[in-house]
C-alpha cells in the first residue's frame, strides 16, 4: 500500500510532468509484485503456521494491522485501472481491479469489525496502550469508497451504479465516525503519557491516512454521483466534496506539521529504523490524492502547488523507508 499509493498520488497530481506516468507505471508494476510475494508468505504461513497466524490476532499492537492487507489489494486494484490499463488494456485491468476491490473491500469490512471487537473482549488495554495503529484496521472501508468512485462510471447507468455510489458512501461513514471515536483517544494519549517508545512514532503518521482518504473520497465520489443521483442530490454531492473537503484538509495540515516536529524531536534523540517507517508513506500519499482532489474541484494554484510539493515529500519518504527496508535482504551475511 506504501508503494502503490506513490504509483497512484503521480496520476492524480494537478501538474503532470514528462515522464511522470512511465515512473508511475514502473512503481505500480512493483507494487503488485510485492502484493504478490506477500500474499504467497500470508498463504505459506496461514498453511504452515497456523497457530502463528492466529496468534497475530491476540497480540493488541500486531492485530490492528490486519487493516494492511485490504487497504493494498484496493489501492494495488486502483493502480491497475489507472496505469495497469496501458499495459494490460481497459478490460483486463477493469477485471482486476473489481477482483482486488471487491476482495479487500469485503476483507476490510471485516477488519472493521472484528478488530475493535476483539479489543473490547479479550485484549488487555490500558490508557498507555493506545496509539494511531488503532486506525489501521477501520481505515479500510474509507480506502474502498475513494477507489470505488473510479469504478462507479464503468458500471451501467441506473440502479447498478447507484447501489455502488450509495455503497461506497455508506462505507465513507463507516470509516469516519470510527475515525471520530478513536482520534480523541490518540490525542489524549499523546497529551497524557507523551509519544513513548522511538519506534513507535512514526505511527501518528496514521492520523493522516483517514483525513486525507475522506478528502479523496468526498470529491471523487461528488464528482460521479450526477451520473448516479437524480437531481439535486448530484449537485449536492459535489458541493459536499469541497464543503467537507477544505475543513478536513485544514486538520490534516495542522496534524502533518505536528507529526513532523514529533518526528524530529524524536530524530534528534535517537529513531531506530523499524516497519513502522512505513506509517511515513501511505497516510502521506492519501493527502497528495486528496489535495490534488481538491485542486481539480476548485482549479486552486494553492491546492496545486501544495499536491506536488506533498508529492514530493512522499518520494522522499517512500525511497528513504524502501532502501533501509531493503537493505538487511540485499547485504551478504557477512556484512
Avoid at 78 to 103: E, F, M, N, R
Avoid at 123 to 145: E, I, K, N, R, Y
Wanted: charged fraction near 5%; charge should be positive.
Amino acid at each position: 500500500m506504501g508503494t502503490g499509493i506513490v504509483a497512484n498520488a503521480a496520476v492524480t497530481l494537478p501538474a503532470q510532468f514528462p515522464g511522470l506516468r512511465a515512473v508511475a507505471t514502473v512503481v505500480w508494476v512493483l507494487a503488485a509484485l510485492v502484493l504478490l510475494g506477500l500474499t504467497a508468505a500470508w498463504g505459506v504461513l496461514w498453511t504452515r503456521h497456523r497457530a502463528v497466524a492466529r496468534g497475530f490476532a491476540h497480540d493488541p499492537v500486531l492485530a490492528q494491522f490486519w487493516g494492511a492487507p485490504p487497504m493494498a489489494l484496493v489501492t494495488v486494484g486502483a493502480g491497475t485501472l489507472l496505469l495497469g490499463q496501458d499495459i494490460l488494456g481497459l478490460g483486463a485491468a477493469l477485471t482486476i481491479d473489481w477482483v482486488l476491490w471487491s476482495a479487500g473491500t469485503l476483507l476490510g469490512l471485516v477488519t472493521t469489525v472484528w478488530i475493535p471487537y476483539r479489543m473490547m473482549t479479550t485484549h488487555d488495554l490500558t490508557p498507555q496502550s493506545t496509539f494511531a495503529g488503532w486506525l489501521m484496521p477501520v481505515v479500510p472501508p474509507m480506502v474502498s469508497a475513494a477507489n470505488g468512485a473510479l469504478l462507479v462510471p464503468h458500471l451501467p447507468a441506473g440502479g447498478a451504479r447507484t447501489a455502488m455510489l450509495l455503497a461506497c458512501y455508506a462505507m465513507f461513514g463507516i470509516s469516519l465516525f470510527a475515525t471520530l471515536c478513536l482520534l480523541p483517544q490518540v490525542w489524549q494519549r499523546l497529551v497524557q503519557h507523551k509519544t513513548g517508545a522511538a519506534a513507535t512514532v512514526p505511527t501518528v503518521w496514521i492520523v493522516l491516512g483517514p483525513l486525507g482518504q475522506s478528502v479523496t473520497a468526498a470529491n471523487l465520489l461528488g464528482t460521479v454521483a450526477e451520473s448516479a443521483l437524480p437531481a439535486p442530490y448530484g449537485a449536492a454531492a459535489a458541493a459536499f466534496g469541497l464543503l467537507y473537503g477544505v475543513p478536513t484538509w485544514g486538520f490534516a495540515m495542522m496534524w502533518l506539521v505536528l507529526a513532523a516536529a514529533l518526528t524530529l524531536r524524536t530524530i534528534r534523540a535517537g529513531l531506530p529504523f523499524a516497519l513502522t517507517w512505513w506509517s511515513f508513506t501511505f497516510p502521506l500519499g492519501t493527502v497528495v490524492t486528496g489535495t490534488s482532489a481538491l485542486a481539480a474541484r476548485v482549479h486552486s494554484g494553492l491546492f496545486s502547488l501544495v499536491a506536488v510539493a506533498l508529492y514530493g515529500l512522499l518520494v522522499v519518504a517512500w525511497a528513504t523507508v524502501a532502501a533501509r527496508t531493503s537493505r538487511p535482504v540485499v547485504q551478504s551475511p557477512e556484512r
